[in-house]
């Protein structure tokens, strides 16, 4: 018998399940890939797959938001952390991971799991009764992002989010591009060598903006043609319309590379990250394009060391979806006006790999709580958890929710003056003393909001 349902197979969906699955508590995860049916971008019916970056973002727990959470869900036993620990590549001081086998480490065991029941069929329609987590993602089917609709009185938001190339490593000239992490920054799996860098000369740079700006883009239907972009995943011809020299401030920018060919600086440099663990693939870092495949492949050729370069995969654009959040939803994630109904992960707004697992994490806590009879103890918004949930129920305002990466810009303000160059160091011990104490005392009622 379940006793609770989850609706979609995502890093969400699937951390939610392991945390249910590992409280004792039978879970149905309805996965509609697998069934007959698959979304723009996914690739294989796989169960969190990655369909964007490999990179979890920074490692780093004393300096980055991310990195803290990343911390905070190793100490409550995620699986999506578990996996990505076991299958990391080089990528300096951030987490990036070999795609297939971190997917495939999460379905195996999700699969294993006495607990779990992995049912390959599409849902289109929100359960009347029932405990559920809808963890759909960005990608939610139309028929149900409908259901969700009529359920909630509101419209889904919108906004576009694109993909980035990625390439096959042999077809690299590495005459011209060298190997080198920014600032020789060592990770933990790496020696200061975990990006290949292709240099570009003022003269170059400039005629790949502009073919930027020419180049032929994806067209938009007509109902698509107000959606807005979200900010962390820009495509790179956005941004290049922006100015001239955004992209040598953003992903291009060159500075802790040094030409190990020439012992000069470049004036722009285009990085990109493994992507596999054999090393045959690499993705584009900060590529993102909605550029056409054939205007796509051709700009991208004239990037030095690209001159003759296979692609896997072509950069590509997608429509993902979300509620608002702040205001659908209570402090515990349940649908206001349906509360044996829960959201987790990117269609709450969260956004990011680790964010999306991280609220299902939470989620599938939460729900454990419930099935047990048992008070939830809400995290502190001192914690990386307290901040991103306090953020997506009621930190944000309503009138102007948008998609949301962790930053310590969600965590309160320090009661006493902290200088602005030790203020990192400071969120993140207070984070960590916090979330230690917290997780002392589970059963401790909410605090107050």
Partial sequence: MT???????????????????????????????????????????????????NSFRSDDAEKNAVGLLHAEMRDLG??????????????????????DHFSDGVTKALSEHPNIEIVRERIDQLPESGLTVVATGPLTAMTLAESIGAATGEESLAFF????????????????????????????EGDGKDYINCPMSKEQYEAFIQGLLDGEKTDFKEWEKNTPYFEGCMP?????????????????????????????????????????????????????????????AELLRTIPGLENAEFARMGGLHRNTFINAPKLLDREMRL???????????????EGYVESAAVGLMVGRMVAA?????????????????????HI???????????????????????????????????????RKDFVDWQQSFQNEPEAA
């Fill in 393 to 431: 129920t009621g930190g944000a305002d309503a009138r102007d929710y948008q998609p949301m990466n962790v930053n310590f810009g969600l965590f309160p303000p320090f009661e006493q003056r902290v200088k602005k160059k030790e203020r990192k160091e400071a969120y993140t011990a207070r984070a």
């Fill in 236 to 296: 790179i011809e956005i941004m290049a319309s922006r100015g001239p020299e955004t992209l040598r401030f953003g992903p291009m920018k060159p500075v802790g590379l040094t030409n190990e060919h020439t012992g000069e600086s470049a004036y722009a440099v285009v990085q990109l990250r493994q992507d596999n663990a054999l090393g045959t693939l690499w993705n584009m870092v900060g590529f993102q394009t909605k550029l056409k495949y054939g205007a796509q």
């Fill in 370 to 390: 419930e099935v047990k009879g048992e008070a939830f103890g809400y995290p502190p918004q001192t914690t990386a958890f307290g901040a991103l949930l306090s």
């Fill in 336 to 350: 206001k006006k349906a509360p044996h109904i829960r959201f987790a992960g990117q269609i709450t707004g969260c």
């Fill in 3 to 53: 006793d609770v349902h989850i609706v979609g197979g995502g890093l969400a969906g699937s951390e939610a399940a392991w945390q249910l699955a590992e409280a004792g508590i039978k879970v149905r995860l309805s996965e509609m890939r697998g069934s007959g049916d698959m979304t723009p971008a996914h690739q294989t019916d796989g169960l969190a797959e990655l369909v964007c970056s």
């Fill in 161 to 188: 989010d694109a993909i980035a190339p990625i390439v096959y490593k042999d077809s690299i000239n590495m005459d011209i591009a060298w190997m080198q992490s920014r600032w020789d920054k060592v990770g933990p």
């Fill in 78 to 99: 995620s699986i999506i952390m578990g996996e990505g620990d076991k299958h990391r590549l080089p990528a300096g001081s951030a987490l990036a991971v070999d795609r």
